[in-house]
């Protein structure tokens, strides 16, 4: 059993969707394995479509061959595994790069190598689900990014004022009962609000 499944069984919790950010891999992974349905954007790290050459979208994976397609049609195929921030790496590149007319698109480099996580296929079939549903990150935007950016912009660039776990949690609970409080008053008006804490 993993550390997410532990923590939502101690909490007695049983999501069945999760909304993940980008740079949160390791996690929806984990959400995945735990059986929770995660909605995860693709990563937009790599600035090098910006600076006019393939990033790595532009490589097709071939599950069957193991091996990664590339825009000149040439077959990465897979050379070694290292680890690297903690993640277990495959490693692939063809030796077909130095005679490449799409070179100066691709690679400074000698050759042009891909990087593929271990856990990609699950990014990869948590995509799938995202192209099939687009309307899930809209609903995203309109739901998770409002309070969080409402919140940050509250708290300034100190962000917390607190030190150690427990107290930046419980300063993290008061931001977010102010921020519902605040809500609730915009929808329902004081009166209402004073009403619903009666009830
Ligand atoms: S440089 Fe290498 S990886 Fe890039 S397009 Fe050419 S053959 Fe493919």
Do not use: F, S
């Given at each position: 059993m993993g550390r997410l499944d532990k923590a939502l069984r101690r909490r007695a919790l049983h999501p069945r969707q999760a909304h993940v950010e980008a740079s949160r891999q390791?996690?929806?992974v984990a959400c995945e394995q735990a059986g929770?349905?995660?909605?995860?954007p693709k990563p937009m790290t790599s600035g090098l479509h910006a600076k006019g050459r393939f990033g790595k979208q532009d490589f097709v994976y071939v599950a069957a061959d193991d091996v990664y397609l590339c825009p000149a049609g040439e077959q990465l195929?897979?050379?070694?595994?290292?680890e690297?921030?903690?993640k277990t790496l495959r490693r692939y590149w063809t030796t077909a790069c130095q005679a490449c007319a799409l070179k100066g698109q691709c690679t400074t480099g000698k050759e042009r190598r891909i990087s593929r996580w271990e856990h990609e296929a699950v990014l990869e079939a948590v995509q799938a689900r995202l192209d099939r549903n687009p309307d899930k990150m809209r609903l995203r935007r309109q739901t998770v990014e409002h309070p969080f950016g409402t919140i940050k912009s509250w708290m300034g660039s100190t962000h917390f004022q607190m030190k150690r776990l427990k107290n930046v949690r419980t300063e993290m609970a008061l931001h977010v009962l102010a921020y519902?409080?605040?809500?609730?008053?915009r929808i329902l008006g004081v009166g209402g609000l004073m009403e619903a804490i009666r009830a």
């Open positions: 390791a996690e929806g929770i349905t995660v909605y995860l195929t897979y050379r070694y595994t290292n690297e921030d903690g519902n409080i605040k809500r609730v008053m």
